[in-house]
């Protein structure tokens, strides 16, 4: 499905509560839609931090729901993640990784994950990835339509809940920029975060 | 040798409500401590970088956190703590075993690149190397918060 769809689908039923920390080809993206207070886009970034740094906020703000949308190329650099997501059991955290299978901001290379990029082999799985490392609800939608219907569901469950959205890359996709300066980004959420 | 309650006890002082960690053989002794402690939250990576995205986090969410990691966890820290402290400008503080630094005698590559390592950073640091010194850990991340300045202090440790 296409990526900027997929995102409006979770824009339409996020609320005012909520946090969302979006990362590369989603961050660029998401910032299409507006920048809400309590948006952390993550551009500049880690990559593969993105969870974590959502994971920190959950504990924080465990009152609060916590968004993050991961590149696929970003959970593979971070796997190990998800174990350190789980064993803090944050009921209050949804990963949801937009999959499409490349290395979108550098050019459309291929990840060791992409089918094509792995002759022979038995093809990855991250929702089993996922559920082996102890996330409570796990889901994966290849359909927009599927994931509108299930998208109030899967962010209302208990967490830490995990998401794979497949979507197709977007063709001249580039790196997302910051939207401002970042540290002063960084003061503007944690007042937004601690004061609303 | 610094114990688990004389460590808390200094944490409890900075008011640190969580320590994001991965421990080595020297920290993990403080292990029961840290995990015990009412007020004090212990969260276990799985690599050191990630300890500098979770602690930036809750920072955000208003949390003390303090990183603690070994000085190989710091060489495996670069990325996450560079985005952190530089990026975004959140003063992180961190407590990492330095490695064989009680033992000149050793050769131990961790100790030879620890303290050029910070430095190419530009991260200040404080050695903590004996358990009277202790109190410098207090002092040092009270003098980085006020400023909101990042800083680190280096627990000595014995040859790997």
């Not at chain 2, 850990?137 to 627990?155: D, E, F, K, M, T």
Request: proline letters at 7%.
């Amino acid at each position: 499905m296409p990526l900027l769809e997929s995102l409006k689908v979770l824009h339409a039923v996020r609320t005012d509560r909520q946090v969302v920390v979006p990362t590369m080809g989603a961050a660029r993206e998401w910032m299409t839609l507006g920048i809400h207070p309590l948006d952390l886009v993550y551009a500049p970034s880690a990559m593969g931090q993105a969870p974590l740094l959502g994971l920190g906020i959950a504990i924080a703000q465990p009152d609060r729901q916590v968004i993050v949308m991961n590149g696929d190329g970003c959970m593979l650099m971070n796997l190990g993640c998800l174990v350190t997501i789980t064993a803090a059991a944050p009921r209050n955290f949804v990963l949801i990784v937009c999959d499409n299978a490349v290395y979108e901001v550098t050019g459309q290379q291929l990840t060791a994950a992409a089918e094509p990029a792995r002759p022979g082999a038995l093809p990855v799985d991250y929702c089993q990835i996922a559920r082996g490392s102890g996330f409570r609800e796990v889901h994966e939608f290849d359909r927009l339509e599927a994931w509108k219907s299930a998208v109030g569901g899967v962010v209302a469950a208990r967490g830490p809940t995990f998401v794979v959205l497949k979507v197709e890359p977007v063709t001249g996709g580039a790196v997302p920029k910051s939207p401002a300066p970042a540290p002063q980004r960084a003061i503007d959420f944690a007042k937004a975060l601690q004061s609303t | 040798m610094i114990t688990g309650p004389e460590i808390v006890t200094e944490l409890k002082r900075m008011g640190i409500t969580h320590v994001v960690w991965l421990p080595d053989s020297t920290l993990g002794q403080w292990e029961q401590a840290l995990s015990s402690t009412n007020g004090l939250r212990l969260i276990r990576v799985c690599r050191e970088g990630e300890a500098w995205a979770i602690a930036m986090g809750l920072h955000l969410g208003g949390a003390r956190p303090l990183v603690m990691i070994q000085c190989t966890g710091l060489f495996e820290s670069g990325d996450s703590l560079r985005n952190a402290i530089f990026d975004y400008g959140v003063p992180l503080f961190a407590v990492i075993g330095y490695r064989s630094s009680l033992n000149l005698s050793a050769t131990d590559s961790a100790r030879t690149f620890t303290e050029p390592n910070l430095k190419s950073w530009g991260l200040d640091y404080r050695i903590v190397d004996a358990p009277v010194k202790l109190p410098e850990l207090a002092a040092y991340y009270n003098s980085c918060q006020a400023s909101r300045r990042p800083g680190v202090v280096l627990i000595g440790e014995g040859k790997m």
